[in-house]
């Protein structure tokens, strides 16, 4: 059985604000020290940023645009 994940936050590289939308939707100012990683760094630190602080679900990602 495959392993899928779907989005539950969306980054947003021009502004630098996450929003994560489970239960509400939350937005957040991500400072310049995470916005400056590569892209896959990026999305890794905060997906598992989200996961720890429980706003998303284990199977949930975080998106770029």
Known sequence: MANSEFVQGIFD???CILTISSKFTRSFKVGDQISQL????RIERLT???????????KGIIAEI
């Open 13 to 15: 590289t021009d502004s």
């Open 48 to 58: 598992t940023w989200a996961r720890e602080q429980l706003l998303i679900s284990d």
């Open 38 to 41: 590569e892209s896959h760094i």
